[in-house]
């Protein structure tokens, strides 16, 4: 499978974006998918999953009740809605799938990587 994303963009605080994860070559459906992102100076961090069905989701601490991960079948694609959007948010964000059932946030368990999508928040 290849994933592309995007959507990411610059917003101001308390904003709000929509990143997309596009599948090719094969079906999101049959990974469990993810995002994961990296502000300037740190390691990549996960930030979402959801697993092959669709029926689990995992977030990281700091963004549960801002972010939301969904996945449309008929369309194949990926989303991430980021709500009340802080500055700590920014980051290059990135979609990954995993052929793994549970959702890891073990960055070596994500096989496939999308090109990372900027997003930016102002203070």
């Known amino acids: 499978v290849q994933l592309q994303a995007s959507g990411g963009g610059l917003v101001q605080a308390g904003g709000s974006l929509k990143l997309s994860c596009v599948a090719s070559?094969?079906?999101?459906?049959?990974?469990?998918t993810g995002w994961f992102r990296q502000a300037p100076g740190k390691s990549r961090e996960f930030v979402a999953g959801i697993t092959r069905s669709g029926d689990r989701t995992r977030y990281l601490d700091s963004v549960k009740g801002r972010f939301t991960i969904s996945r449309d079948k008929a369309k194949d694609t990926m989303y991430l809605e980021m709500d009340t959007l802080k500055p700590d948010d920014t980051a290059v964000y990135y979609c990954a799938a995993s052929t793994y059932s549970s959702i890891t946030n073990v960055e070596a368990a994500w096989a496939t990587w999308g090109q990372g999508t900027q997003v930016t928040v102002s203070s």
């Open positions: 070559g094969s079906t999101l459906s049959t990974y469990t």
